[in-house]
């Protein structure tokens, strides 16, 4: 038997990040590993710039997920005011926003940009220790999930949650039999939007998972360096459950 951490994700907007390039901000279907352990980051305390300690959260737990329902695609057009930064010797760092606009308004520049979102998803995600050097205890994760030290967003600090995680620990064989332990469903929030079709999961590491695994993906999430945004690649299993005919 082993020991996993259940928990879901479920708000009226989510962004999960996709390699982004310009003006146009895209957004995977799914959260991201580097999204998740973001999130356990700060309901642990970890604070952004202690890059030893996320890179030690990161290698130190498996994750899978379980898209009970994938939401629908909005795209936002963002327009923001930025001041001039000047170059080489004659560059400027402002401290603060307040700062940035400050100066004449005739100096301001307009910067355009497109942002992705998933509108009323709904996901369930399951972490398991990757070693016997796993940084915390899952319980110790399930219990600051409860009690953040920070506020959780779902990928951006404009999408907070919409319903509580509800972290539980399960004891089981396989990946699937910890998912299928832990039923979220039926909640009056989720019940109309519950997947009528097959449910995706994806998942890494080479356990017994209980799936039959269908193909393996490439996904450039494993959080490398905050300070520097570097992110590697991870293999990603991925199967379809398929759901009995309703009547």
Same mark, same amino acid.
């Given at each position: ?114 942002? #992705?979102?998933?509108? &009323? @998803?709904?996901?369930? /995600?399951?972490?398991?220790? %990757?070693?016997? =050097?796993? !940084? ?36 089981? #064989?396989?990946?699937? &039999? @910890?998912?299928?332990? /832990?039923?979220?469903?039926? %909640?009056?929030? =989720?019940? !109309? ?55």
């Amino acid at each position: 038997m082993n020991e996993y951490l259940i928990f879901r994700l479920y708000g009226m907007m989510a962004s999960w990040g996709d390699i982004a390039a310009g003006e146009y901000r895209p957004t995977y279907d799914r959260p991201s590993k580097s999204a998740v352990m973001g999130m356990v980051a700060a309901a642990l305390g970890i604070r952004r710039d202690e890059e030893t300690r996320l890179r030690e959260l990161a290698i130190g737990y498996h994750m899978a997920l379980r898209i009970d329902t994938p939401g629908t695609l909005l795209r936002d057009y963002h327009t923001a005011q930025v001041p001039p930064s000047g170059k080489g010797r004659n560059k400027i760092t402002f401290a603060t926003r307040k700062a940035e606009l400050s100066g004449s308004k005739h100096d301001l520049n307009t910067i355009l940009s497109s942002r #992705d979102y998933r509108c &009323d @998803a709904h996901y369930t /995600v399951c972490l398991w220790s %990757n070693s016997e =050097t796993s !940084p915390y205890p899952l319980s110790a994760i399930k219990d600051n999930l409860d009690k953040p030290v920070f506020n959780l967003c779902l990928g951006r600090k404009s999408c907070p949650l919409s319903l509580p995680l509800r972290p539980q620990i399960v004891q089981a #064989d396989t990946i699937s &039999d @910890a998912f299928s332990s /832990v039923p979220f469903e039926g %909640n009056p929030f =989720t019940k !109309p939007l519950e997947s009528k079709k097959d449910v995706q999961v994806f998942w890494e590491g080479e356990e017994n998972t209980g799936y039959e695994r269908v193909l393996a993906v490439q996904r450039r999430d494993d959080p490398l360096s905050k300070k520097r945004w570097q992110f590697g690649n991870r293999t990603e299993y991925y199967t379809m459950i398929h759901k009995p005919a309703e009547g």
